[in-house]
């Protein structure tokens, strides 16, 4: 119902709706035409269930966020709850903290994406889908009728190709660390583990006699002390095969770096203890400024030794199975060409008219063009 109220500053329209609780609610416009539209939309969205309590929808974003930590916090890794709560404080609540949820729309959240990734593109791609996933809780629990994030495209991370070390590279690179952490590089390079799995290897993981290691767990640092985990997906559940070149590697570190225990880490530190990613990264820094590529990062080495294996024809599956990836996605990122496999397959292609005792394309070859496919 809409009623003509008479205020000092001119005539006011008053609408009275009744939601589905029974609850009357009232809201005063300026036209009767803003009045009309509102008790229009109230009703229709009543009607068909989509209507939404103003009440709820008030609650700011700071107050929602907190809640859906709590709630999402305990199934998280330590890391990526860490990240969730860096790009919170950071680049999302900033920005939105205060604002209630129903007054979050997408033109805003489009301008701040596009602010963000001119500064930093991947972490704005990696804000926009945390804010998406809250937004999207907040839909389920019917805090508001949609979720803004509807920006094409801002979810994706278009993140620059990582830079890959020569096999020879990776050899000069094992032999600049200090002796007691060369096998970290050979098996991040050869059996492409990642560094926490690396140093969350232990004794009863390594199979001398068949030349296989079991990756069951990974370690991470998280502000509140070293974790111990499973691996990043279910499908880095794992046994890799070590390349017979560095087995001989492995085997000698095993003999002079690892205690006798069954839980004994593969990799320590100066004081018997497990090794920390820290001390790993600084022998690493020191190792990359002395074969001239300081921009390879440690994992650059893991994406090395898959490209490696893509060169050398292995399959996006087979790629998956030892690197530990559940998606092929990730896996194809690695087959991408490379300059010396495109020479390797222009020498095939070769090879293949030399087999047919093809030299060279007949003089009258031109002529092909005049005649009938």
């Known amino acids: 119902m809409i009623k003509k109220v008479v205020a000092k500053s001119g005539p006011r329209y008053q609408v009275r709706v009744r939601g589905a609780d029974g609850t009357e609610r009232s809201k005063t416009f ?3 035409k803003e009045a009309e539209r509102f008790e229009r939309e109230f009703l229709s969205g009543r009607d068909r269930g989509t209507l939404i309590d103003p009440r709820l929808a008030s609650e700011t974003l700071n107050q929602f966020s907190d809640r859906w930590l709590d709630l999402h916090g305990g199934r998280l890794r330590p890391r990526t709850a860490e990240l969730y709560r860096s790009l919170l404080r950071r680049h999302i609540l900033p920005r939105f903290g205060a604002l209630p949820l129903g007054k979050i729309t997408t033109a805003e959240v489009r301008a701040w994406n596009a602010e963000l990734a001119l ?11 945390l804010l998406s996933q809250i937004m999207k809780t907040a839909v389920e629990d019917g805090l508001i009728v949609r979720n803004p994030c509807a920006v094409r495209g801002a979810g994706l991370e278009k993140s620059p190709e990582r830079p890959v070390a020569s096999v020879q590279e990776a050899a000069a ?3 600049a660390m200090p002796e007691r952490l060369r096998l970290a590089v050979y098996l991040a390079a050869w059996c492409q583990l990642r560094r926490g799995e690396i140093l969350g290897l232990e004794r009863r993981d390594v199979d001398l006699l068949h030349g296989t290691i079991r990756i069951e767990r990974t370690v ?3 502000p509140g002390g070293m974790q111990l985990g499973p691996p990043k997906t279910q499908a880095g559940v794992r046994t890799v095969y070590v390349p017979p070149n560095i087995l001989h590697q492995l085997k000698l570190h095993m003999e002079h770096y690892v205690g006798a225990e069954a839980d004994a880490p593969v990799f320590v530190g100066q004081g018997g203890s497990r ?11 020191a190792a990359r400024l002395s074969v001239g590529r300081p921009e390879l990062h440690f994992h650059d080495l893991r994406h090395s030794g898959a490209t490696w294996l893509a060169v050398q024809g292995a399959t996006t599956k087979e ?8 998606s092929p996605q990730a896996a194809l990122r690695y087959q991408h060409a490379t300059e010396d496999r495109d020479a390797a397959v222009a020498g095939l292609l070769g090879g293949l008219a030399e087999a047919a005792k093809v030299s060279r394309f007949p003089a009258h070859v031109g002529n092909l063009r005049d005649k009938p496919i």
């Open 319 to 326: 790629i998956m199975a030892r690197v530990g990836h559940a």
């Open 30 to 32: 300026h036209t009767r």
């Open 119 to 129: 500064r930093v593109a991947v972490t704005a791609a990696k804000a926009y889908r």
């Open 220 to 222: 991470s640092w998280p």
């Open 173 to 175: 690179l094992a032999q």
């Open 275 to 285: 090794l920390r990613p820290a001390s790993l990264e600084q022998s690493w820094r």
